[in-house]
């Protein structure tokens, strides 16, 4: 077999996943948009509907997790603000301000933090905890978590939606733009961190010795 | 303390690294006695596995003496152990069920990201093999920490010597997997692809499940020899049309079920395999299933194949139309290591099973580098490679204190 260098490779592959990807866009345009307004089916919920259909909604990020944990159990967790720092990777503080207001310090793009403070407005022990900004809070969000009974040996099901609406000016929609591509990164390592804390105890880490001097992720991947 | 590390494709260094210490409460850490290379390294060796990243240390077979422990360990210091190679947690639905190599919490979050998007859904964490299932250090080092030693571990009996237990971590339950995969009934005849060591226990397995008759397909002559010591008929697919053979040896009806103990880098001179190869040159696919396919087209209608060989990404030309117009049936894989360690630490005990007669080679931990690079050019020769942490004689095995973890 004739040697092809790793330069070579990655041309072809590159060519090769342009063509793909130009097909692929070609054949999509030609399929008619069967989606109708006012006649959704789906029986999913609403941060998986697609953009051209009725139900969709801008900035509506959603996950699911499965707890093997009673839904009291896991509601008591998640009642507690101030325990979201030890799961949540962008958020550094929440400080308890009484009557279902809390201030948040948040993580935001580079190295900068930003600072809300967020009021519950539904709490249905054991079943829905949503809250919301302040209006005058540098950045609005609001989120909602709730708890349910799955299928036999599943668990309680444990779903977050959260909803980020752009803040004025031009910083705030920088920022807004990295927040809204973000809270579903976030949302997913969230809430799988939260798993593993009331699953097991713990938070899963691969903290462990390497031939490295530091652990940039900048280092020679293949 | 000094640890194999991988640095790039077919670059591997024994190194100087800083010494494992206890991060959550399950943890343990162990003083390694003894740890093996396996097949599955190799695939991380030649760069068939993404998610490497220069300095990782290597090795998921592994056992020692614990040394240090969490609070919430239920080993003790001085206990000898051997490791599973999936790490688990044993609290979640998979672990509940038993899938303990489908272990949802021990991968950890920023790791995950890469296997729910090409799987699906988030593999679980691995010892040394790579950041796509946690980027955990291996046991190919003098010391290692053992996430979850509260489930994995099982404690051995001081009479049993390292290279009697050490493959309780892998191989073994992989090969037992793999014969158990396949349902074997009254009559059976398995074909195996592959003499490797997972293979070779496979073959071990079938025979001790009542497999009838095992067929065992290789072209390293020394491990077609292991097999047919086993008690396998053996074929050299260089002399033979593996089907015809297998089709007549069995009247015409093929083998009940097929075990792929190869996986994604299949050896052979073959049309698809070429193409295969010149395929994944070019990033077409990056697997070349060579015997995969082999294996469905020979297995007889309404068999069963059962593929404990890694696979990695994608690959094409799978005969969907054999698959389902017979009427197969497919199990495969990662082991359920924690399954299997008592029944089979008992059958080791017995005397029912060996595992010493595979191993080829024992070397010193600091000759790792060396013993990759014989396991990859010297297949036949080199069948199973043991390393030895206490062989390491040029330096003490005293730890050594290193600058602090990050």
């Known amino acids: ?222 | 303390m000094r640890a194999l590390t991988w640095q790039g494709r077919h670059d591997v260094r024994v190194e100087t690294v800083p010494d494992p210490e206890i991060v959550n409460p399950h943890d343990a850490i162990l003083r390694v006695t003894s740890t093996a290379i396996c097949g599955s390294d190799l695939h991380l060796y030649d760069g068939y596995i993404p998610g490497m990243r220069a300095g990782d240390i290597l090795g998921h077979e592994f056992m020692g003496e614990v040394i240090e422990t969490g609070p919430e360990s239920t080993l003790k210091k001085g206990q000898r152990v051997v490791v599973p190679f999936p790490i688990a947690c044993g609290e979640c639905f998979f672990c509940r069920k038993q899938q303990f190599s489908c272990c949802d919490n021990t991968n950890p979050a920023e790791t995950s990201d890469a296997t729910e998007f090409q799987y699906g859904y988030p593999m679980a964490g691995v010892f040394g093999y790579s950041h796509l299932t946690g980027g955990y250090a291996g046991g190919q080092a003098e010391y290692v920490r053992v996430p979850f030693s509260n489930v994995g571990p099982i404690v051995v009996p001081d009479h049993l010597e390292d290279d009697k237990v050490l493959f309780l971590s892998d191989i073994l339950p992989t090969g037992w997997m793999a014969a158990e995969n396949c349902e074997i009934e009254e009559g059976d005849t398995v074909a195996v692809w592959g003499c490797g060591p997972v293979g070779l226990f496979a073959i071990q397995s079938a025979l001790l499940m009542g497999a009838h008759r095992v067929i065992a397909i290789d072209h390293y002559r020394s491990r077609l020899a292991l097999a047919k010591q086993l008690g396998a008929e053996i074929l050299d697919y260089r002399e033979v049309d593996v089907r015809e053979a297998l089709a007549e040896m069995t009247g015409g009806i093929g083998p009940d079920a097929v075990i792929d103990a190869v996986g994604l880098e299949a050896h052979g001179i073959s049309i698809d395999n070429i193409l295969d190869q010149a395929k994944s040159m070019t990033f077409m696919v990056t697997d070349r299933i060579h015997v995969f396919r082999e294996a469905v087209l020979a297995v007889r209608k309404g068999g069963r194949v059962s593929v404990p060989g890694v696979y990695g990404g994608f690959a094409d030309k799978f005969p969907v139309g054999a698959f389902m117009e017979k009427g197969l049936t497919m199990r495969t894989g990662q082991t359920h290591v924690h399954r299997y360690l008592k029944p089979l630490l008992e059958h080791i005990e017995q005397g029912r099973i060996d595992t010493t007669f595979l191993i080829s080679h024992h070397a010193p931990l600091e000759q790792a580098a060396e013993m990759y690079r014989n396991w990859h050019d010297d297949q036949d020769q080199f069948t199973k490679i043991v390393l030895k942490t206490e062989m390491a004689a040029p330096k003490s095995g005293q730890k050594e204190q290193q600058h602090e973890l990050a």
Do not use: C
């Not at chain 1, 507690?80 to 310090?105: A, I």
């Not at chain 1, 540098?138 to 980020?164: M, N």
């Open chain 1, 1 to 222: 077999m004739a040697e092809v260098s790793t330069g070579q490779k990655a041309l072809i592959g590159a060519g090769v996943a342009v063509a793909v990807g130009a097909a692929g866009f070609l054949l999509a345009r030609r399929s008619p948009d069967v989606h109708d307004d006012g006649h959704n089916v789906s029986d999913a919920p609403d941060h998986t509907w697609r953009r051209k259909t009725g139900r969709y909604e801008e900035g509506l990020v959603g996950r699911t997790v499965s707890i093997n944990r009673p839904k009291q159990e896991v509601y008591q967790q998640w009642r507690d603000f101030t325990r979201f720092p030890t799961f949540m990777e962008n958020v550094e503080r929440v400080e308890d301000l009484g009557e279902g207001r809390s201030r948040w310090k948040v993580k935001a793009p580079l190295g900068s933090t930003v600072e809300l403070v967020t009021r519950i407005v539904e709490d249905e022990p054991g079943t829905t905890i949503a809250w919301e900004s302040d209006l005058d809070s540098e950045i609005q969000t609001s989120g909602r978590v709730e708890f349910f009974e799955q299928a036999p040996g599943r668990g309680t099901g444990v779903r977050l939606t959260l909803k980020y609406d752009p803040p004025a000016g031009l910083p705030g929609r920088a920022i807004a733009k990295i927040l809204q591509r973000e809270p579903n990164v976030q949302a997913r390592r969230d809430l799988r961190r939260f798993k593993q804390l009331m699953e097991t105890g713990e938070i899963a880490t691969n903290a462990s010795p390497s031939g490295r001097r530091s652990e940039s992720p900048s280092e020679a991947t293949i």
